[in-house]
């Protein structure tokens, strides 16, 4: 839902009323995971998306009434109902929809949210749970929304600070322990209480979006490649960072897409944003720079600091990989630890340009932390999307 909020907050802005449409479950090869979404407002515009096209002209539909009625509504497109070929859910899944009104009165806090998800002072984006009545005994409930704040360091059940409410203070309570727990573990999930907040399953459903801030995409190098790199680590979602020693090239003009550009030594940049915890294993480093002054101090902090999850590739000839690994050996670094580095950086596409370039390292660090094969769909068998 990040990508709605300035529509949505414009809308809220000019007082105009509309609808959101939101993903709460998923069954088998849905093409949207739960928390996609998608938004209705004023004059009939639309943006967001919750199934890739397949049944966006009938929950366009239903948020139109939503917006005119006031009154929210959940519904499910799949292959098993009868109206399944005229909505256009033929990949096999099922979803199951959320559609409720937006405006200043329906959400008075959205503006604190948006606050915190897009922060426009430079500060990074804090992390946020948002919980949704999808499903209550008490229709008047549903919709009703309980924001959960938390602060770095604080786990399960450690305290946050909450704004709006369920309908309930006890439930309130129960949801606001659980959403801490689903942020911390990077979750969305669909829980169900009892209307005190009792885990019976009773006929309260909730669902939990966990809002973390976007990973991290460190680039080393300040050259064309990074430029090129800047603008797929920002598809992805990615907070990019380009790091260069050299103060003539690193500089914000030349790459308009970074989130920030830092002119320092590159190793010594990154342990200290280890030092500070500002790293972790959704980081991705991306050393660029080809160099073994900037390169081998900079991949041993990197190698040795960042969790095994993280990753680490280094752009290069197989020979250049061949003289930065023995370089690294002579430093001490272990062979185990060398095996997590990904040189020469990228997939096999035959990438040339800066651009091309750029979307093979992007597909690596997709496949990275996915797990998926990185093979062509057409010769592997199974559900595309999973189990779910």
Known sequence: MRDLLPSLLAWWHAG???ALATVVRTFSSA????????????????VGSVSGGC???AVYDLCLEVSETGVPALARYGVSDAS????????GGTIEVLVTPFSRETWPGFPALVADLLPDDGR???????????AAPAAGSVGQRLTVRT??????GGGSDTEGSLGDPALDAVVAEDAVGHLAAGETALREYGPRGERLGTGVRVLVQSF????????????????????????????????????????????PDADEVVVDWPHRYLEAELAAGRVDGSTAVCVLTHDPKFDVPLLRAALSGLPDDAYVGAMGSRRTHDDRVARLLEEGVPQAALARLRSPIGLDLGARTPDETAIS????????????????????????????
């Open 16 to 18: 105009e009323r509309g």
């Open 31 to 46: 093409p949207r995971t739960a928390g996609a979404a998608m938004a209705v407002g004023p004059g009939g515009d639309v």
């Open 55 to 57: 049944v966006e002209g």
């Open 84 to 91: 399944a070929l005229d909505v256009g859910l033929t990949c």
């Open 124 to 134: 990074v984006a804090s992390p946020v749970a948002l919980a949704t009545v999808v």
């Open 151 to 156: 602060g770095v360091g604080r786990g399960r």
């Open 212 to 255: 973390a801030p976007p990973p991290r995409l460190l680039v080393f190098g300040a050259i064309d490649f990074a430029a090129a790199m800047c603008r797929a680590g920002r598809l992805l979602g990615y907070r990019v960072t380009v790091c260069d020693a050299r103060p003539i090239f690193a500089t914000a003009a030349r790459f």
């Open 361 to 388: 390292i992007a597909a690596e660090i997709v496949a990275a932390r996915t797990g998926a094969s990185a093979r062509p769909l057409s010769e592997t068998r199974g559900r595309i999307h999973g189990d779910d």
